[in-house]
């Protein structure tokens, strides 16, 4: 799921020039959650792969790229 999840941050990004809010990713990947959309966040800031700051929206920045296995 965390790729599907950088995947669409990546899309969406590419497409409008800004990032996704939390709810726009939960909505566009098919998650239940807001929660479980924002674990995902932090799964793949905790690996480097983009960051983002707290409380504020659509400031995820893709740092490097997903390595899929």
Known sequence: MKEKVFRFIK???A???YAPT???IRDGTGIKS??????YLQIL???GYIKYQTGKSRTIVILKE???K
């Open 11 to 13: 899309q969406f990004i």
């Open 15 to 17: 497409k409008n020039r």
């Open 22 to 24: 939390v709810k726009e």
């Open 34 to 39: 807001t929660s479980t959309a924002f674990d």
């Open 45 to 47: 800031q905790r690996g």
């Open 66 to 68: 997903l390595e899929v």
